[in-house]
């Protein structure tokens, strides 16, 4: 599945963005979706995860009941819904397929998008 993610930018913190990964190629709805950030000089981590079904979701504790993730497979899209944004939340955000929602690390998942940039201003 190749992987297409849009929707980051500049944003004051205590603000709102919506981040959307477009999929084509191999059946989308076989995949558990996650979506996870990199800020620079740290590692990958995981932000946020779906299953196929979309029934299931897993977060983070440092974005749990700020963030947001669902999917729409009629239309093969991830969705990271963004709210509250901290500094902190500075990071490449890559979306990317996986076999199971409850499987978070970065080597869990097989497939990923080539990021998009979401700023944070204090």
């Known amino acids: 599945v190749q992987l297409q993610a849009s929707g980051g930018g500049l944003v004051q913190a205590g603000g709102s963005l919506r981040l959307s990964c477009a999929a084509s190629?191999?059946?989308?709805?076989?995949?558990?979706m996650g979506w996870l950030r990199q800020a620079p000089g740290k590692e990958r981590e995981f932000v946020a995860s779906?299953?196929?079904?979309?029934?299931?979701?897993y977060y983070a504790d440092s974005v749990k009941g700020r963030f947001t993730i669902s999917r729409d497979n009629a239309k093969n899209t991830v969705y990271l819904q963004m709210n509250s944004l901290r500094p902190e939340d500075t990071a490449v955000y890559y979306c990317?397929?996986?076999?199971?929602?409850?499987?978070?690390?970065?080597?869990?998942?097989?497939?990923w998008g080539q990021g998009t940039l979401v700023t944070v201003s204090s």
């Open positions: 779906i299953s196929w079904r979309g029934g299931s979701t």
């Open positions: 990317a397929a996986g076999l199971s929602y409850s499987k978070t690390e970065p080597v869990d998942f097989g497939s």
């Open positions: 190629g191999r059946a989308f709805t076989s995949y558990a």
